[in-house]
């Protein structure tokens, strides 16, 4: 850490400073500048206990230098990590697309889809239970017959299936039924699920926040894995900005950074981060190209029925489609889509 | 609502369009224009159950007319609503003042805070028991114990006290002993909450999410009241925006614009809107000019020992002199700053 | 300046940054750390000079301790600075209201415009002859036709004009007729206008760009003030956010910071900073309660004619009535709003 | 155009809003509601001449149905177009590479910039000799100096150079210079500049303002249309966004929506979009998989010595492997990249 003292600090605040940084276990180092004195400081204490100094007379600001997270970063452990969801491999050669409707709507809905979901040769179903919508008045979720529902078809479909949980008794009652959890938008400074999904053992789809920087994201995902589930998997999935010609900002960039600070490996939703079911192909090429490990798309058997998002849903054939021009992508970036060997169905 | 046919749309599909609202429950009406067809059309269903409309072909886009809110609308209830909060009227002619430490630390600190809010002239008591950290490595609330050291503070200041809450455990343990309850701005959209405090009788002061539109606020907001508890005061506390000079961007147009559009009190909270303690006198000035119904603000006995949001607390003699000038600008705007009459204290 | 190395950076490396520092002119001073090694470097050499060091081997950032700005900086000139426009004193205790229509539409309206800015008590007025519009298809301002007929406002009614300047010629052309040139948002980083402007002797009203940091606000006084034009006055008029129910979002918070940071007046433009008359009035309220020098408003003899931004521009009641609240405010905050003597016309 | 009229408009109301807009050329037709009275109104004046009607007595809001842009919208021309600079053909099957230096520092450092871009396989030399800069104490650039340079550097490689104009003077003196002139971001809403290139015939690249929404950047393009010059190319380089890990965020979904709005050709900058060399890689391979016709990059033989942007110029042989592993990505999305086969030197 460095403290920047104000041009016109006094000697006694100087000594103060240092005093307190002294107390606080760091070893200080006294830099004088032309117009202004500098006090490196050396420790391990974090950030977040040192904003005190910041009121000590004297003192213009602090810059921090370590990075606030430790176990999600690429310093800890160098290289990237793979998590396992079902029989699926998230994060090595091999790309992963979850695909399926925004909300499980009925069974002969998801059946539907999921059987669709696997002709297509994505490898993991999704679909939401409990939805968080911005009005009360709209639909909510099936709740736990959603999940009986997501439950059978990865039976019959044998793929892994997804779903997200918006409290500690969705959660739970989410463990039994499907094989990773997401942590939604919305949800991502929830501290409090975090740490509860943080205490299981599921794999953890940790959605970044609309407006999360890419700290603020790495840091929620230091809060699940501090808590001893290291099985956490990014998805960007757009911010919000100025620009209201698509519903979010799809921060593409995100994904070599990401890969850059953290071995976790990252996904990314086209579908919400566009709003826009004719953006979703080519942006779901771009994230390949960018590095993404896979994307999670929605699609719906008929979009034009979708209790929800469905501007955003590709229809079956589109889904096909998106796979196989996705392939040659992949080609170009030295990953694989597992998607032409369709394994049998499971009575 | 209206639909916007694309240029090239087709009869069919203008006619499919028609049959599909009327289906719906809408009466329509078509409008020819030089270069564009418009479908104008006329019911009430709620803007989210139509977006189905938008993958018809030919449809280029949907316009909503309607607000998507209803109980906390201005044109539901003309008048300003109050709401009492122990015997303190929230909305009034009578500004509110809040303050007190961002997060209860110990018994003396908070009872010490507590006597020096009362000596200032504020009107509640703020202190949190379970704080939403960006970290999971920082001080995170002293839970059931601050909750019992606030109840101490109200008996002996006769002042109420208001806490944040961060799940529906908070909640149900918050409920026996304070007399408003905090969503903060990371759970303006945890929905789960929403309904939970919803069901609840206690007052509920919501925060705006950092990135949340106004149509946001009010629609969290409406989650609320649509549970059956009418009691909500909004406040202010900033939104996240390119400049980083300030911890957020004080929105306060947003102030005179809810006065608008809803019939609700609204509050304001400068200490988390700049992060800034040199700002929060100007920008409460600021927000009392603008039209606020009142404050929330961080205030500690000693700032710069304080285990959270140090930079941005006020110091005891600064709160005192904030609240001087504050009844300066209080008259200005025909309000009354109730503080120059401090209570007896309850022995 | 700070320079971070990366936790694997080898002591070669560390080597060659000492050596280059030390051949850019600074003194340098190695930091170990326990994760980290930061080497502290004093010296006086602009930020800009010093990116490369950003691509040397075993960097991982730079931090710059010193501002960018030095002629606009309090540092540099402690007290406030006061500009004479006309008779008028901006910056000192009278607070300085600039009223008038967004553009010059005609002899007439504005004429009749002067009188009644005059009538409220106002002390300068606005008007534009250049209007810089989103589309080629709108009113483009009546250029030379407009600044002669800006001046017979000013002698008609003794009070100083202002208007917008665009580019060079505009400038040169405005430099006869009017007594401050403006630069407007979208021109913040115009750097050839702001030389331009740099090289007159002008006041010049310097709008923050709607994307700009204060810091880069700042840094175009600065080209100004280093071309020997130190006759510069801020202007607040919204930045552009997430939120789409206010035209822009006003950042009131920045006219205390930029009060601390820098020593030049500034003022508010709640016209286009909200872009809806109805929150004209209590953003600017609010904005001198924050400690604003004084506004800037549009006023329209009928705003439903107005050939641009009609729907922010006041009516003449309007701004009578906005005068008088303000005149509470001023006295509130210890300002003077001296609108209430109005002097007798210049015949 | 709809007008949405207050649920409690009156009978006169809406009958003055229906005369004006029968003034105004429209033709209307009512459509009531259950709780709002909406007017359509059928006619093809630009929006900028209805915003009066916002004023009138009981209208909520105006709603325009029709795009602002008429010359540069997909609507007005079905096909792409195409855009010769010198022997290039932009917007075509074959992308476009420019590359080169942020600014020209020198005779050597151009010259040999400029054969390395050839050598890598790109098709247009970049470098800056009006170079717009945050500070005033910054290098500003070569000028003419700069101009003969680039002019010298094209006949030697015979490949077409591009160059930022900032005024109408530095067009001017480009115009005998260069083969494409650049509207860099900051310049992208200074109207007189646009109209000046507009009265060009030169090839215009228009860059992206960095807080322009898609709308407002294709209508700066209708301003160089509206005067007669098509052709433009546009170009993204990232928005100002909360996000501060990068210098921008880069928009790639503003690719597809470009191309789905407009026949004009995309590029992309990958440089300026990041700031940070280690993302131009696959930031370039996502740009050119999500449908643009090509990119911009900064390439400088020795990025520590750059004068500007050194932290995102690639080395020479970092464009090299980028051309290399874009013609994959080229090959996938059925574009190609012409730089395999280098044309013989003109001597």
Redesign the interface.
């Known amino acids: 850490m460095?403290v920047?003292m104000e041009?016109t600090s006094s000697v006694q605040q100087i000594e103060a400073v240092n005093t307190m940084l002294d107390r606080l276990g760091f070893q200080t180092?006294l830099?004088?500048?032309?117009?202004?004195i500098?006090i490196?400081a050396?420790?391990?204490r974090?950030?977040?206990?040192l904003?005190?100094l910041?009121?000590?007379p004297g003192v213009e600001k602090i810059?921090p230098?370590?990075k606030?997270y430790k176990l999600v970063s690429r310093?800890c452990k160098g290289d990237n990590t793979t998590i396992q969801v079902g029989a699926v491999t998230v994060g090595g050669a091999d790309l992963t697309i979850i695909a399926g409707p925004c909300a499980v709507e009925s069974r002969p809905q998801l059946l539907t889809s999921a059987h669709q979901v696997r002709q297509a040769g994505a490898q993991i179903i999704r679909g939401g239970a409990f939805k968080?919508?911005?009005?009360?008045?709209?639909?909510?979720g099936l709740e736990e017959e959603g999940l009986k529902i997501l439950k059978e078809a990865s039976q019959t479909t044998g793929l892994p299936v997804v779903t997200e949980v918006?409290?500690?008794?969705?959660l739970q009652m989410a463990l039994d039924y499907v094989d990773m959890v997401q942590v939604g938008a919305?949800?991502m400074?929830?501290?409090?699920?975090l740490?509860a999904v943080g205490q299981t053992d599921k794999p953890v789809l940790l959605k970044r926040g609309?407006?999360a920087?890419?700290?603020?994201w790495l840091?929620a995902a230091?809060?699940i894995m501090?808590?001893g589930n290291s099985r956490v998997i990014l998805c960007e999935r757009g911010?919000?900005?100025?620009?209201?010609?698509?519903r979010n900002?799809?921060?593409?960039?995100?994904?070599?950074?990401v890969k850059?600070l953290s071995h976790l490996p990252i996904l990314v939703d086209p579908s919400h981060?566009?709003g826009?079911?004719?953006?979703v192909l080519?942006?779901s090429?771009?994230?390949?190209?960018?590095?993404a490990d896979g994307l999670i798309l929605e699609m719906h058997p008929e979009?034009?029925?979708?209790l929800?998002?469905?501007?955003q849903s590709l229809t079956p054939p589109e889904l096909e489609q998106l796979m196989q021009?996705l392939s040659?992508?992949a080609?170009?970036?030295g990953r694989n889509l597992a998607g032409t060997s369709i394994p049998h169905e499971v009575a």
């Not at 826009?276 to 953006?279: E, M, Q, Y």
């Open positions: 460095v920047v041009m180092q830099i004088r500048g032309v117009k202004r500098v490196g050396v420790g391990d974090p950030v977040s206990d904003q005190d910041q009121l000590m810059v230098i370590m606030p310093e968080p919508r911005t009005s009360p008045y709209s639909f909510q918006i409290d500690e008794a969705s919305r949800n400074q929830n501290f409090r699920l740490k609309m407006s920087t890419v700290e603020e840091m230091e809060y501090s808590e911010i919000r900005t100025f620009e209201t010609a698509t900002t799809l921060d593409l960039s995100a994904v070599p950074l850059r981060g566009t826009d079911r004719g953006l080519p942006m090429m771009a994230a390949i190209a960018a590095g979009p034009a029925k979708a929800s998002d469905g501007p021009q040659l992508i080609a170009a970036v």
